[in-house]
């Protein structure tokens, strides 16, 4: 009789494992430009992967490499939770927000400097 309640746990989470969206792979390339005085230009490469917790909650951990001028480079790695807000569409709106962490290094004369710091993110964007 005690085994009942855990059959049945098992077979909830079994049944609702299958309705949750198959992992996702992305491969990110781009551009990005920081504000100082001008604009400066960085080159980004990267990726991330989407595991589904629920049918619409994801957690997709993301890293990003910066390159910037002369020797600026930028590290990114960042986990992201997403909420999509059609379950069964074919287009699937989303939300996505995350905070991680930034390497920053660049060469200042005869000396290399590095910084490490928070960043956070986040956006909208549509599945099709």
Same mark, same amino acid.
């Given at each position: ?59 997709? %951990? ?6 910037? %001028? ?8 960042? %986990? ?12 699937? %709106? ?35």
């Amino acid at each position: 009789m005690r085994l009942a309640p855990l059959v049945i746990l098992l077979f909830v989470a079994s049944a609702q494992a299958q309705n949750k969206p198959r992992p996702e792979i992305r491969v990110t390339a781009g551009w990005v430009g920081f504000i100082d005085k001008n604009w400066i230009d960085h080159k980004i490469v990267g990726g991330s992967a989407r595991f589904y917790l629920t049918r619409r909650i994801g957690l997709e %951990p993301e890293i990003l490499s910066m390159i910037g %001028p002369g020797s600026d480079r930028d590290v990114t790695l960042i %986990p992201h939770i997403s909420f999509d807000f059609l379950l069964r569409e074919k287009v699937r %709106p989303y939300v996505i927000g995350g905070a991680g962490l930034m390497r920053h290094s660049q060469d200042i004369g005869r000396i290399r400097f590095t910084d490490k710091e928070w960043v956070g993110n986040g956006g909208v964007g549509v599945k099709f």
